[in-house]
């Protein structure tokens, strides 16, 4: 199999370069360590281009979240984690799962671990689904972190045993709200499928009816159609089960292609016995 290598992803810059020079002990290891989300990507784009692309990602699934400080009082409970709020104008902060799924989609053939203070079933499934192979707690040896990091490369998929039931169940719950979803919107006529698709593209009532050539009136009542049909009362809860149903934004119009300029016949310019006119007769 040869070399292995490895990118560690990590808030806590200390502790990613900690665990990397752990990892580089290993006789069969290459590691780097990432501070953030855009360096790790950043990282893994560069080695592409060198032509020594990673093998296997390690990412802090609270990457970007930061501790909420904790209310004052000898009851308080232990501090929450939350993504902080960037700036106006800026994008939001990436968290592990969200940039597992990122990066997988960049790098098909990279596999990912995410690294977690806590086992979470409900994270833990959604790791799955954004293409995680698996899902290690950050007080694990160093043993079995590399043995699940041999493990991936293999494609195996590593969860601890106490995770196992807990990430069933969330996916088998998952597998049943699609399946409901699909039912739900196959009960829908084509011209309401495409106003859905509208609707999940973003688009307004007028936006659609200009879109679809229709008036706003008709398309007012497939939309309220609908939503009775998916059983909801809002334009974002028929939007996330039109998600959960796999249907696509509608595609905006292919813009038109220009027609070519018409073909200019020759003029023949006059010869000198023309333009004079006819001789004396």
Request: hydrophobic residues 45%.
């Amino acid at each position: 199999m040869g070399r292995t290598r490895v990118l560690v992803v990590d808030g806590h810059r200390i502790f990613a370069e900690a665990l990397a020079t752990a990892l580089a002990a290993e006789p069969d290891v290459d590691v780097g360590a990432a501070g953030s989300a855009a360096a790790a990507e950043r990282a893994l784009e560069r080695a592409v281009g060198e032509h020594r692309p990673y093998d296997v990602v390690l990412v802090d699934v609270d990457l970007g979240v930061v501790p909420v400080p904790p209310p004052r009082g000898p009851a308080a409970l232990p501090a929450p984690r939350r993504a902080p709020q960037p700036p106006g104008g800026q994008q939001p902060l990436t968290d592990g799962i969200a940039l597992v799924a990122r990066i997988r989609r960049a790098h098909p053939q990279l596999r990912a671990v995410l690294l977690a203070a806590a086992d979470d079933p409900q994270r833990a499934a959604r790791a799955l689904q954004a293409g995680a192979n698996g899902w290690v707690a950050r007080e694990s040896s160093l043993g079995a972190l590399m043995t699940v990091v041999r493990g991936v490369r293999r494609d195996e998929t590593h969860l601890p045993p106490a995770l196992l039931t807990g990430v069933v169940r969330e996916l088998t719950s998952a597998r049943r709200d699609r399946s409901e979803s699909e039912r739900l919107v196959a009960a829908l006529t084509p011209r309401e499928e495409e106003v859905l698709r509208c609707m999940v593209a973003g688009l307004g009532r007028q936006a659609v009816a200009e879109r679809l050539f229709l008036s706003p009136h008709t398309v007012r009542t497939h939309m309220q159609n609908v939503l009775g049909k998916l059983g909801v009362h809002s334009t974002l809860a028929a939007v996330a089960v039109a998600r959960r149903a796999g249907i696509a934004p509608l595609e905006p119009p292919a813009a038109p292609v220009p027609a070519p300029a018409p073909a200019v016949a020759p003029v023949t310019p006059p010869t000198v016995a023309s333009a004079a006119g006819p001789g004396p007769g």
